[in-house]
């Protein structure tokens, strides 16, 4: 079946703009995950949610980024007054049942603010 | 706070070589250990795991062991290929409470098979 899907895949913006990240889970699956990956590092955890709501949103870097999930499926990370430090891959994850399963991940949004 | 430490790359070697990628951990009580791949222009992939102490995850020739006394769960591969070109990252997930769910990344390795 099909597995998660993110878009867009690139995005180039200017600073101090807003932004809009979506994540399309694989179907079914109640837990889904953002993640942000920096150059050279490792995927950081931002926020999980549990059906349509945030279970953990504490590695949101700060109130400029906001990410919802509605209905349960689709999520979208939002960033507002995007800075140059913002600039990384986002990803997103979705595992079946409460969190504790295999998570799988999304080709990511290569995000770049000028 | 739970974090992996994970050898630095590139580690570059010749098709049919043996490879290992040194991963280390922290973390409190009994976590489960990941590693995951990410080959060029795709999203990052589970290539094995391990939820308890001496299990052994294996997949595509690719082994790691939990070790508990050591903290550790080091990546090995008999023969690589060209194909195994990627990034490797190992990862862990807390063992309960408040973490069980979020994923922590060592930096990432990247490995270059040569012909």
């Known amino acids: 079946g099909a597995g998660v899907s993110q878009t867009p895949s690139n995005k180039v913006t200017e600073k101090g703009k807003y932004v809009e990240l979506r994540c399309d889970p694989i179907s079914g699956h109640t837990a889904l995950y953002w993640y942000r990956q920096s150059l050279g590092q490792g995927p950081e955890f931002l926020i999980y949610?549990?059906?349509?709501?945030?279970?953990?949103d504490s590695g949101l870097p700060n109130d400029r980024f906001f990410a919802v999930r509605p209905e349960g499926s689709v999520s979208t990370l939002k960033i507002q007054r995007t800075e140059r430090g913002d600039s990384a891959v986002y990803l997103c994850?979705?595992?079946?049942?409460?969190?504790?399963?295999?998570?799988?991940f999304g080709p990511g949004t290569r995000l770049l603010v000028l | 706070g739970n974090s992996v430490t994970q050898m630095e790359g590139p580690v570059t070697l010749s098709e049919e070589a043996f490879l290992t990628i040194n991963c280390t951990y922290t973390a409190t009580g009994y976590p489960s250990l990941f590693w995951y791949v990410q080959y060029p222009g795709e999203g990052l992939q589970l290539l094995l795991k391990?939820?308890?102490?001496?299990d052994k995850g294996s997949n595509k020739g690719f082994e790691a062991t939990y070790r508990k006394e050591t903290t550790s769960f080091h990546l090995e591969k008999g023969s690589v290929q060209v194909s195994d070109s990627a990034v490797y990252f190992c990862?862990?997930?807390?063992?309960?409470?408040?973490?069980?769910?979020?994923?922590?990344f060592g930096k990432g390795t990247l490995l270059t098979v040569n012909p």
């Open positions: 391990a939820t308890k102490a001496d």
């Open positions: 990862a862990l997930r807390g063992a309960s409470g408040g973490s069980n769910y979020k994923l922590t």
């Open positions: 994850a979705s595992s079946s049942g409460n969190g504790g399963e295999t998570q799988y």
């Open positions: 949610f549990q059906g349509t709501g945030a279970a953990d």
